[in-house]
């Protein structure tokens, strides 16, 4: 009884999704015969019977929207057998698909809390950009700039240009660089700390 419903339901669902067309004879014993196999297969696969009766439900108007040249003949049977493998591969596939991209947003969503933890991190970060200035602005104006270019991500070439300069003595000048800030920087660490 419960197996009769189940199908009437289908092909109610089916006859819905036809917007008012007819249904010939013929589709529907196509429905009838193979509606059952068909969800059998996709409840195989897929372990869940309301998904595996959706993809049977799509699988089964894929086969009424087919141009139908000649009478449906013996080959229909595995038509729909293959289009519901088909069809509930691609359902897992797009389950997997939704399933890594939820959790890459739940990981990311994570992370951005644990970065932005409130006001203390946004205190500190403020503080930690007022000392990065700070050393910025009591270095040579060519040395912070180099920095700065490179910390935008400007190539040594580009550096080379803009401070006129040859490209192979770029390297030389960032060293030097990143040295004179480290040592500026803490500095101004070590006055905070013994304050």
């Known amino acids: 009884m ?21 249904i010939d004879s013929e589709f529907e014993t196509i429905f009838t015969t193979h509606y059952e ?39 229909v049977g595995g038509w729909l057998y ?13 389950e997997a698909r939704r399933r890594r991209y939820e959790r890459a947003a739940s990981v990311h969503s994570q992370e951005a809390q644990l970065a932005s933890s409130g006001p203390l991190h946004e205190v500190l970060r403020a503080e930690d950009c ?7 602005s009591r270095m040579k104006p060519a040395q912070a700039q180099i920095l700065l270019m490179r910390a935008i991500g400007f190539s040594y070439k580009e550096v080379a240009d803009a ?24 500095k101004l660490i070590g006055k905070k700390e013994n304050l």
């Open 2 to 22: 419960e197996a009769a419903q189940t199908l009437n339901q289908a092909m109610s669902d089916v006859v819905q999704a036809c917007s008012g067309r007819e």
């Open 37 to 75: 196999r068909v969800l059998a297969v996709l409840l195989r696969l897929l372990g869940d019977r309301a998904q595996a009766e959706e993809v049977a439900n799509e699988v089964f108007w894929k086969l009424y929207n087919q141009p139908v040249e000649a009478p449906l003949d013996s080959k």
């Open 82 to 94: 293959r289009t519901a493998t088909l069809a509930g591969i691609d359902a897992l596939r797009a």
């Open 130 to 136: 007022k000392r990065v200035r700070t050393a910025l």
């Open 163 to 186: 401070l006129e300069v040859s490209v192979s003595g770029v390297g030389t000048l960032l060293n030097r660089a990143e040295a004179e800030f480290r040592k500026r920087y803490m």
